[in-house]
């Protein structure tokens, strides 16, 4: 016969281990998608792979760099439009929020950072592929931008919270306008949180393939003008994946492993921006 | 918080402008949801006038015949988000009781930071590996003893090919361990610590003090995330599209392929020839959107009641 008292904890060593488990499972599926991404994505890049754009079906070689460019041109074009909107309602939020207004705005921020990107793309696709009777890049961007907005209001604001209370009362003591207080203290203060922010909402969208699938579209050839259909590496490995041909999926988790490389590469930096200010954000 | 509008509300002419910049920024954000609704709603009208509440309950999606009715997909976006909640919420809320009760203190910062980075994959990339390694590994070595033992039921009926509700529904899951685990963890985080110590000064086991003094306390919260990561689910697109078989049919059973909203859109939208055909699909997105925001806003009720006003599970990295 077992006691009560051994049962009881027993059951608290058995539950402990299946919590430690699980999260192990959790962090496992991290594990092996990276893995998979490096056995299987390391070994077909090159520098043709950066430098040259897709050869035609069937052919062999070929590499991505109209989708790298259209990356970066239609995911910039995305932060030019929404950085400035989003961190200004960030700091509305973070220098006016308290009242009723600020909260419906908080709320509405959230309820928005979990909407699905591919109906933004749907929006994208009214407001600029629909009137002007073609897919383009800038729609891409519009759609992008309308995802980053919410997502940065609320680490401007959360960032800008930080600043202690204490700077912002030594500024107005010597007489500052509150304006200014607002502007050269504590944003410029909050500035390293406010940069971190925008690189991790800059990352999140470039990952993003949705909402780009029928306004960016996608395009073989090498393009720099935002009124035209622009390839992004999202669009490619979508392409690439779901095609019929090997080289394909060889080119697919190639693109795949550098489109992964990059997100990690702007959120490390965006890590280490903010390390440089207050230690880490959490 | 409380005492900042006191030193910023402004009388100077300088505060005036700034302030009302400032607010032109923040009013964005609820023009947006209003036009994103509005500009669906227009949209979606001829399909609205013309199918009635029948585009929910039937089953035809025949473009050529200009009929339309997306009750399979409704039933493959609820289906393929219940499985992967079924899988998730397990993995999240021991990821979030394993980081605040647990873990020790050194292991926390890393395995918090691994669990963040898989927010960080873009679903694309999911999307891709659910192809070429989650399919053949589930077809090699998961389906087979699965189908050898409860093979009787309902849910395992049929050949699996491999595009399937069983793969959307774990690629899914995948996807928002993250977002149910960085809310949990906050959650439990805002539970006062003289919970856990008054459960164990009663000479409760360490579980026992999670199970009764801190899980009950952060009840709301928790539901509150795991219905946020509904919401994720519910509107993710690329890593269901790329692994679900995209067939607009309903079954029960998980080796079939199944179709959601979102991938419908994501599928059929740049092919749509006809109005009504994108009629059809923009009322498919009014459907999924006003769904996410529903779902999202009671999420968002059930956290703040706990953890007031943080952004959980917006700072994952």
């Known amino acids: 016969m077992i006691s009560r008292a051994t049962r009881r904890h027993l059951a608290s060593r058995l539950m402990t281990v299946l919590v430690v488990l699980l999260s192990f499972l959790a962090v496992l599926a991290l594990i092996l998608i990276f893995g998979n991404l490096l056995a299987k994505g390391a070994s077909s890049i090159d520098w043709a792979f950066f430098t040259k754009s897709p050869v035609p079906a069937g052919q062999t070689g070929g590499g991505v760099a109209n989708a790298i460019v259209g990356t970066a041109i239609v995911v910039g074009l995305s932060a030019l439009i929404g950085v400035p909107i989003g961190v200004g309602a960030g700091m509305y939020l973070a220098e006016y929020g308290s009242g009723r207004f600020g909260y419906m705005v908080r709320f509405v921020a959230d309820v928005l950072n979990g909407t699905p990107s591919i109906v933004i793309g749907i929006v994208g696709w009214i407001f600029i592929v629909k009137p002007s009777g073609h897919f383009s890049a800038l729609a891409g961007s519009v759609a992008l931008a309308i995802l980053m907005i919410p997502m940065l209001a609320r680490t401007t604001e959360e960032m800008v919270r930080l600043v202690p209370h204490s700077l912002r009362e030594a500024a107005l003591a010597l007489g500052y306008p509150r304006w200014r207080t607002s502007l050269k203290i504590v944003a410029r203060t909050a500035l390293g949180g406010i940069v971190t922010g925008c690189l991790v909402g800059v990352a999140r969208v470039a990952g993003e393939t949705a909402p780009l699938l029928f306004t960016a579209l996608g395009n073989l050839n090498f393009t720099v003008s935002v009124s035209q259909p622009m390839q992004t590496l999202s669009l490619q490995i979508y392409v690439y994946a779901t095609g019929p041909f090997e080289e394909w999926h060889r080119l697919a988790w190639a693109a795949a492993l550098v489109l992964m490389g990059l997100v990690l590469i702007i959120s490390l930096i965006a890590r280490w921006v903010t390390r440089q200010r207050y230690g880490s954000i959490r | ?317």
């Open chain 2, 1 to 317: 918080m409380a005492s900042q509008p006191l030193l910023l509300h402004g009388t100077d002419r300088g505060d005036r402008i700034y302030r009302g910049a400032l607010t032109g920024f923040a009013l964005a954000l609820p023009a947006l949801i209003l036009v994103i609704l509005g500009v669906l709603f227009v949209n979606a009208w001829p399909a609205l006038k013309r199918f009635g509440p029948s585009f929910l309950v039937t089953s035809t999606w025949d473009p050529v015949a200009e009929v339309y009715g997306a009750a399979p997909m409704i039933f493959g976006t609820l289906a393929s988000s219940f499985v992967a909640l079924l899988i998730a919420v397990p993995l999240a809320l021991s990821v979030a009781i394993f980081l605040t009760e647990f873990s020790p203190r050194w292991l926390r910062q890393p395995v918090a930071f691994l669990v963040e980075l898989l927010a960080a994959i873009p679903s694309v990339v999911y999307g891709t590996w659910g192809i070429f390694v989650l399919i053949p590994f589930l077809r090699a070595h998961v389906v087979p003893p699965l189908k050898a033992v409860f093979g009787w039921t309902p849910f395992l009926q049929g050949v699996f090919y491999g595009n399937s509700l069983l793969a959307g529904g774990i690629i899914l899951a995948i996807m928002i361990v993250p977002y149910i685990a960085a809310v949990a963890r906050e959650v439990l985080l805002a539970v006062p610590m003289s919970q856990r110590e008054a459960a164990l000064a009663m000479g409760a086991t360490r579980w026992e003090a999670v199970r009764s003094a801190v899980l009950p306390y952060g009840r709301a919260g928790l539901i509150g995330a795991i219905i946020l990561g509904l919401g994720r689910a519910l509107g993710e697109t690329m890593g269901v599209t790329m692994v679900i078989g995209n067939r607009h049919d309903i079954g029960l059973s998980l080796l079939q392929p199944a179709y959601t909203m979102a991938a419908a859109i994501a599928n059929e939208f740049s092919e749509a020839t006809t109005a009504m055909y994108h009629s059809a699909l923009m009322e498919v997105g009014l459907i999924l959107f006003v769904l996410t925001v529903a779902v999202n806003a009671i999420a968002r009720i059930l956290i703040w009641r706990v953890a007031r006003g943080a952004a959980v599970g917006s700072g994952a990295l």
